[in-house]
Each structure stands twice: as structure tokens, then as C-alpha cells.
């Protein structure tokens, strides 16, 4: 009989910022100035663009919200990281990945307006939509890396989950397939510390997330996920792995969720607010800003500049979004089977029937017609 360690694992955690912006230069990267500035600027535009949203949801403007403020650095970073034929899996958090790979925002105001016409990517990324079930995305994300896999085609998959996500069967069966069958794929857990109203030290008793991952035989980083820096080293590093055949990977990106969970929410009545008080001292843009403002590469002439843009860029989208015509209502049952069942064909025909009943009402008789596939 004998008692001898079999299996030993340890998790590091990769910082390269400190609070104040300042590097440390034994992990700094070394990213081109175009690509520093191009990062800042998304995550400076994606912040006012959050703020505005927030505000159009609550003059009745805009259906429901969910804020990323806070998390611009794990929304914007990685996913500039990604070759445009890479894999894109986000959460419904996911309006800045999704404007990082080159989306226009009207789409996304449309989709939180409620509009499936939000649902609109450009042709040359590969995006997959928003996932509303939290975790359901983390197997199909396995299956899209699979095929990669199995093709040949060098594209790596970036799946996005938060830390409340972390808790579902379908992580522990996502990362079960992917360790053992050795996926590129990338796990970014976005930890901002709460699922809801539930804590992070609720979701698991383990003392990071990012530690997981070796129970799967998959190697697990946490990152400063208000660093742009780390975030940028972790997640390349990651697809280099992926891409040289040496697997998955686990990403804790430690965050914080500044707003409400969705505009349906109060945070103030459960979560103290000195928490989120010394969170904004970690702010991931006056970080980077700091950063870039010691390397000589922003002032505030610049800072204003970007800033006046922006505003006229996210003005022109709310324009757009809000001219766009209103859809058929029958186009709510398209494009989702290849067949549709026979609930939703009963269900579609009761509709068309309401609608040729009320044809007389304007707001009826001014609809397109349905442009939706529904066989
Ligand atoms: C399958 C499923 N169960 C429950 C919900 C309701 N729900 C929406 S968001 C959420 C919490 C998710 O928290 P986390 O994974 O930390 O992501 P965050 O919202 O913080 O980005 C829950 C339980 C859902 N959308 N899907
Ligand atoms: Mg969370």
C-alpha cells in the first residue's frame, strides 16, 4: 500500500498592466502601434455606444439591454485577435466581439429591439448568434472546432461563457470532448463576478475558474481581464496553441459587470456598492489609455477627437437602426428549421389570418411582404 501524488496541476495568472497602466515588461507584448490604437478606439466607441443603448432602453427605444460595461477589454480584445475565418461564439453579452469582427451597431439595436434582421454578419467572418441559454453554445462550439479539426482548415474556435455558465453540465461536457479529442478550441470565461444576483463564490468552491480546465486534461490561464495587454497575450497564445495542434484551452478573464445584468435588473438591491466602487479603479479603457499616453501614443486632443466621432458614428447607427421599415410579423417563424413542425405551420397560418382579417388597418396594409424561409 502506498500514498503518492499521481497528478499535480497549478494555474498561473498573467497580468501585464497594473492599475495605473504601467507595464511589466518582462510579459509586455509587442503589438503595432496601428493595432494598440485600433484596440483603444473599439473599446472607447463600444463604451459610449453601451452608455447610449442603456439610455434608449429606458425611453422605451429599445426592447431590453445587456451592458458591457467594464468588460471591454475581454469583449473587444480577443476578438481582434481572431483571423476572420476563426470561429466566433459569443454570449448574448456579446455586442463587442461582435463590433470588434466588423458588425454595424444598427444590427445590434435591432436585435435587442427585438428584430431577428440584427442577426446580420459580415460575409467574410464566421459569427455564430447570440446565445440566449446560458451554455448551450459551449458543446456546438466543440462541434464547430471538430470539424475544423477533422477539415483541416486551420480555424480556431473562441466560445465565450460567463462565470455563472461555468456551473452548467454543458461546460463539464464541452471540455470533456475537447480535452480528449485534443480541439482548437478557446474557452473565455468573462468571470465579472456575478450571474444575476448570485456571486462568483457561489458559482464553484474552487479558487479560480480558470483551474477547471486540468480536470480536463486542458491547460487553464486566469487573466486580468481588465488588462488589454494580458488579454491580448492570453488569447494569442491560446490560438497559437490551437492552432499548432496542442489543443483547447481554458481562459478565466477576471472582470467586472459595472452595470445592471440587463435593463430588467436592479444590482442595487443585492450587491453593495463599494464592491462596485473599487472595481471602476481597475477600469480596463483609462488603463490602456494610461498606457498608451506614456508611450507618447494619445493626448487628449486625440482623446477628444475619437470621442466627437464616435458620437457621430453611433448617432448615424441609431439613425439607421430606427429607419429600418417594420418586419412582416410573419417572418418570426422563418429561417429556423429546414421543415418546420407542424405546431409552428397551425401557428403561422392563425397569424396570416389575423393579418388578412386586419388588412384594413394602416399599419397592417403597410407591411413587406414576408422575405423569411419557411418550408
Ligand atoms: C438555460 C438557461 N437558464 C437560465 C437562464 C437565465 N439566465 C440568463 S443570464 C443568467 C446568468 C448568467 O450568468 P453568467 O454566466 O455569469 O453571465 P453574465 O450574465 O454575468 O455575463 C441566467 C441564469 C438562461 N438564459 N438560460
Ligand atoms: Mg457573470
New binding site residues.
Given amino acids: 500500500m502506498s500514498l503518492r501524488t499521481v497528478a499535480e496541476s497549478r494555474t498561473q495568472r498573467l497580468e501585464v498592466l497594473d492599475e495605473k497602466g504601467r507595464p511589466d515588461p518582462s510579459v509586455e507584448p509587442k503589438l503595432p502601434t496601428e493595432t494598440l490604437l485600433k484596440m483603444y478606439r473599439a473599446m472607447v466607441e463600444i463604451r459610449i455606444f453601451d452608455e447610449i443603448a442603456f439610455k434608449l432602453q429606458r425611453q422605451g427605444r429599445l426592447g431590453t439591454y445587456p451592458q458591457i460595461l467594464g468588460q471591454e477589454a475581454t469583449q473587444i480584445v480577443p476578438a481582434l485577435a481572431l483571423r476572420p475565418k476563426d470561429w466566433l461564439v459569443p ?1 448574448y ?1 456579446g455586442q463587442g466581439a461582435y463590433y470588434a469582427r466588423g458588425m454595424k451597431l444598427r444590427y445590434s439595436l435591432l436585435y435587442w429591439g427585438g428584430d431577428d434582421r440584427g442577426v446580420h454578419f459580415p460575409e467574410e467572418t464566421n459569427d455564430l448568434i447570440f446565445a ?5 453554445h459551449l458543446t456546438q462550439a466543440a462541434g464547430l472546432a471538430w470539424a475544423s479539426k477533422l477539415k483541416k482548415d486551420g480555424a480556431v474556435t473562441l466560445a465565450y ?5 461555468s456551473s452548467k453540465g454543458d461546460f463539464h461536457e464541452a471540455l470533456t470532448f475537447a480535452g480528449s479529442f485534443k480541439l482548437p478550441v478557446v474557452y473565455l470565461i ?1 468571470n ?1 463576478h ?3 444576483s448570485v456571486p462568483r463564490e457561489r458559482q464553484a468552491a474552487a479558487e479560480t475558474l480558470a483551474q477547471k480546465a486540468s480536470g480536463y486534461g486542458v491547460y487553464g490561464l486566469q487573466v486580468d481581464g481588465n488588462d488589454a495587454l494580458a488579454v491580448w497575450k492570453a488569447v494569442s497564445g491560446a490560438l497559437d496553441r490551437a492552432r499548432s495542434g496542442e489543443g483547447a484551452t481554458v481562459l478565466e478573464c477576471e472582470t467586472y ?1 459595472i452595470g445592471h ?1 440587463t435593463t430588467a435588473d436592479d444590482a442595487a438591491r443585492y450587491r453593495p456598492s463599494a464592491e462596485v466602487e473599487a472595481w471602476k479603479r481597475k477600469d480596463p479603457v483609462l488603463r490602456l489609455r494610461s498606457y498608451l499616453g506614456g508611450r507618447g501614443l494619445w493626448d487628449e486632443k486625440r482623446e477628444a477627437e475619437l470621442q466627437a466621432r464616435s458620437q457621430e458614428m453611433i448617432a448615424e447607427e441609431i439613425k439607421a437602426y430606427e429607419s429600418f421599415p417594420p418586419p412582416n410579423p410573419l417572418d418570426m417563424f422563418a429561417n429556423n428549421y429546414a421543415r418546420a413542425p407542424w405546431p409552428l405551420v397551425e401557428q403561422r397560418a392563425e397569424l396570416a389570418k389575423i393579418l388578412e382579417e386586419s388588412r384594413d388597418l394602416e399599419e397592417v396594409s403597410s407591411l413587406p411582404p414576408p422575405e423569411g424561409r419557411f418550408p
Fill in positions: 454570449t453579452r440566449i441559454p446560458v451554455g448551450s461563457l460567463g462565470d455563472g455558465t468573462e465579472n456575478w450571474a444575476i459587470r445584468h
